[in-house]
Every structure is written in C-alpha cells, then in structure tokens.
C-alpha cells in the first residue's frame, strides 16, 4: 500500500471551493463497524466536514460509499475484517497511519451490540480496549475519541478512558444513538413501556461531528443522547 500522507496534505489544503467551514478539515479518522448503516453515515459525514477516512468493515465497504467520498476529494482507505480479531485492529490502525501520517480521531463504532462472553468480557469491548490503548499512543493533543454506547457498559468505560486520555491531551465521549438497553436479563424490566421512534443514521451522524470537532472541546467522559442533540441541533 502507497504511502497517502503527501496526498492528504495536499488536499487538506484544497477542500471544496464552498463557502461554509468545514468543521474537521483535514483531519484524519478512523472508523469502525463501517458495515452498519450508521457507520456509513458517519463515514459521508465526516467527509462531508473535510475529514478523511480510513474505514474498517467486516463486509466489505460498498463502492458508492467509497466513490462518493472520493468525490468529495477526501482520501478514503478501506480495511476489511473481523475486528474481534486484535490482528484486525493492529492491521486496521497500521493502515490509517501508513496512509496519513497520523491519527486525530477515533470512532470505535461496534456494528453490533455484542452479547457473546469470552471470560466475562463481550469480544467487541475487548477488541475495543485494544485498540483504542493502542490508538492513544500515537494520537496526539487535541485528538478525539468517540464511542458508540449500544449498551450500559459504555458509558463507564467512556468516563474511564477519559480520565486516561486526558493526560495525553485527548478526550474521549459517546453517543447513544438509542436508549441504552439493560446488560443482564435481570434488568429486562427497566425497559421503557413503548419504543421511541428511530432517529435516521445521517441525523445522528451530527452528534458524532459535533464530539470531534472543536466545538464540544469542553467535553470529556461525557455521554450525548443523539435523541435529545437531534431534536436541538
């Protein structure tokens, strides 16, 4: 694979002759669970803000997704693979950086609420873990990480890696794209009485460029209920 960094430098510096800011010009991003429908969105999103991608999917990445964001004259870097697999994520993190020289924002968007337990720990979570320790390594001030809460786990260990990530000048949030439903069966209960309607993936995409750019540079451990930022944004 090519080295992307000169192409990236180059065209951070000649984004779309539009008038409106792009609130993540030329930063550079990785995005998993690419094969849910809200990664994609988040994916042309992103874009669409001047950032760009490299995309990790365990089914392939659908050419118009790509094609449109090349349009956009973004770079988009593609990965394939299972990313329970930690070889996955070393491949994938490896692919961004060859490609861009760097990392500034990470989106661990699991494509999946993981029920499975590997010694007590979904694969997900821990493949999560892993590369997101890794990512902090060599991302450097002023990065963002962004989690996907689809369960209760989430949000503490959002407000746990931030305390991390901030000696390392990076903050970390989350985004639950829906009420977060109970962990454990004991808690089947808890459930709200009637389901609220869904919230399209491109309105919830705002809410994630809204944690990377600089204008939630105030926030760290924090989660956002996409329902509740849609409905105000």
Same mark, same amino acid.
């Given at each position: 694979?090519?080295?992307?960094?000169?192409?990236?430098?180059?065209?951070?510096?000649?984004?779309?002759?539009?008038?409106?800011?792009?609130?993540?010009?030329?930063?550079?991003?990785?995005?998993?669970?690419?094969?849910?429908?809200?990664?994609?969105?988040?994916?042309?999103?992103?874009?669409? #803000?001047?950032?760009?991608?490299?995309?990790?999917?365990?089914?392939?990445?659908?050419?118009?997704?790509?094609?449109?964001?090349?349009?956009?004259?973004? %770079?988009?870097? *593609?990965? /394939?693979?299972?990313?329970?697999?930690?070889?996955?994520?070393?491949?994938? +993190?490896? #692919?961004?950086? *060859?490609?861009?020289?760097?990392?500034? %924002?990470?989106? /661990?968007?699991?494509?999946?609420?993981?029920?499975? $337990?590997?010694?007590?720990?979904?694969?997900?979570?821990?493949?999560?873990?892993?590369?997101?320790?890794?990512?902090?390594?060599? $991302?450097?001030?002023?990065?963002?990480?962004?989690?996907?809460?689809?369960?209760? *786990?989430?949000?503490?260990?959002?407000?746990?890696?931030?305390?991390?990530?901030?000696?390392?000048?990076?903050?970390?949030?989350?985004?639950?794209?829906?009420? +977060?439903?109970?962990?454990?069966?004991?808690?089947?209960?808890?459930?709200?009485?009637?389901?609220?309607?869904?919230?399209? #993936?491109?309105?919830?995409?705002?809410?994630?460029?809204?944690?990377?750019?600089? #204008?939630?540079?105030?926030?760290?451990?924090?989660?956002?209920?996409?329902?509740?930022?849609?409905?105000?944004?």
């Amino acid at each position: 694979m090519y080295n992307l960094a000169k192409q990236a430098r180059s065209a951070a510096a000649d984004l779309d002759h539009s008038f409106m800011p792009r609130k993540l010009a030329g930063k550079r991003v990785l995005i998993t669970g690419v094969e849910s429908a809200l990664g994609q969105a988040i994916a042309r999103r992103f874009a669409w #803000e001047g950032a760009h991608v490299a995309l990790l999917s365990s089914a392939g990445i659908p050419d118009a997704l790509r094609q449109s964001i090349q349009q956009m004259r973004r %770079i988009c870097v *593609t990965i /394939n693979g299972d990313m329970r697999e930690l070889d996955t994520c070393d491949r994938a +993190l490896d #692919e961004a950086l *060859t490609a861009f020289d760097g990392l500034d %924002i990470l989106v /661990n968007n699991p494509p999946e609420r993981d029920s499975a $337990m590997v010694g007590g720990v979904p694969p997900l979570a821990f493949a999560t873990l892993y590369l997101t320790r890794n990512a902090l390594r060599v $991302m450097d001030a002023g990065g963002a990480i962004i989690n996907t809460a689809f369960d209760d *786990t989430v949000p503490a260990f959002t407000r746990s890696l931030a305390q991390v990530a901030a000696k390392h000048g990076v903050r970390v949030n989350a985004v639950a794209p829906a009420p +977060l439903p109970p962990l454990t069966a004991a808690n089947q209960d808890l459930r709200p009485a009637t389901a609220p309607a869904p919230i399209a #993936e491109d309105d919830l995409a705002t809410s994630f460029v809204f944690l990377a750019s600089s #204008e939630s540079a105030g926030m760290n451990g924090q989660l956002i209920d996409a329902a509740d930022f849609v409905s105000v944004a």
